[in-house]
């Protein structure tokens, strides 16, 4: 039983696919719509792929078992893996453990410049290694690695956000995710890109309305800025000529996107922390900054900073 089987339930009619392992003999599965629950191992079955196959194409007479031929989606895992040639380099792969082609790219990003690796198709239940070698030795000089992916399947399906996700290997986290590497069943050091996309829908109209946009011609992608260490989000800051017409929601919203932009810089950059001012007030801003930290997975941990002299107006993120 690996991440990644197709499953059915022994005692109930869901069925769905194995993304990860649970402590107390439990693992986590995803069903219809994306839906992740967990079940004990002695729930469930592996569904093999010939099975999976006779349960698609029985005739329309079973139609009172038409919840077990339905076809079985894995929508999640998406890894980077860096797996060990000698005592010395790892080489870098990418696995594609979902039912999903995946035409993709992946680069480095170094000292505010974007490098291009490989693009390709990644086909469902592939992996590809990248010719590139990285020393063991020099690891804390390894790049951000950025990667781009679009969602495809033939047929109706539903739309799904681009997944684009950006790596900083910390040695913290490194030493600590050496796992067998789905679809390569080897050792290696495994980070998952796909963990916080599931299979989120994108709304149609989101997309028309993207498109219509007018094109212009393509540029360089911008260098990313390193944030100063501390970030003042007070809207006098941020707006110094003026809010204008805005309602108090939309001061919000620039807050909140000044603080996404600088924290998500800091991250590619490799800083180590970060600190916002948030000010006190209501506590809005403050709530919804500690939300959102509490969910990202390149926060190590946040807390109030310098008490004496910003009490509880600003909060320091330890980074990955």
């Not at 139609?63 to 980077?80: A, D, F, H, V």
């Not at 198709?121 to 950025?146: C, D, G, H």
Request: some cysteine.
């Amino acid at each position: 039983m690996n991440i990644g089987d197709k499953i059915r339930m022994l005692r109930a009619k869901e069925q769905g696919v194995i993304t990860r392992f649970l402590p107390g003999n439990q693992v986590e599965i995803e069903i219809e719509d994306g839906f992740r629950i967990p079940v004990m191992r002695s729930e469930i079955v592996v569904v093999s792929p010939l099975e999976a196959a006779r349960f698609q194409n029985e005739p329309a007479a079973l139609e009172p078992q038409k919840s077990y031929r339905s076809e079985i989606i894995g929508n999640t895992g998406i890894y980077l893996a860096f797996v060990p040639q000698n005592d010395r380099e790892v080489a870098l792969h990418l696995v594609n453990n979902t039912d999903w082609d995946l035409p993709m790219t992946i680069g480095e990003e170094r000292d505010g410049r974007y490098t291009g690796l490989q693009s390709e198709i990644l086909r469902p239940r592939t992996q590809l290694k990248l010719n590139q070698m990285y020393a063991v030795s020099t690891f804390e000089n390894w790049p951000t690695f950025l990667f781009q992916a679009l969602w495809f399947r033939r047929g109706g399906s539903t739309l799904r956000e681009p997944l684009i996700k950006r790596l900083k290997c910390r040695a913290q986290t490194y030493y600590k995710n050496k796992k067998t590497v789905p679809v390569l069943n080897e050792p290696g050091h495994l980070f998952q890109l796909d963990d916080e996309v599931g299979s989120k829908p994108v709304e149609p109209a989101v997309i028309r309305s993207q498109m219509l946009e007018p094109s212009e011609t393509a540029v360089p992608a911008p260098a990313v800025k390193r944030p100063s260490s501390v970030v003042d989000l007070h809207i006098e800051k941020l707006l110094p000529d003026g809010f204008g017409r805005r309602t108090n929601a939309e001061l919000l919203e620039v807050q909140l996107q000044e603080f996404e932009k600088s924290l998500e810089n800091a991250i590619a950059v490799g800083m180590e922390e970060i600190t916002f001012i948030h000010g006190v007030g209501n506590g809005v801003l403050r709530n919804e900054i500690h939300r959102r930290l509490g969910k990202h997975s390149g926060v190590r941990f946040f807390e109030d900073a310098q008490k004496e002299k910003f009490g509880y107006g600003a909060t320091k993120v330890k980074i990955k």
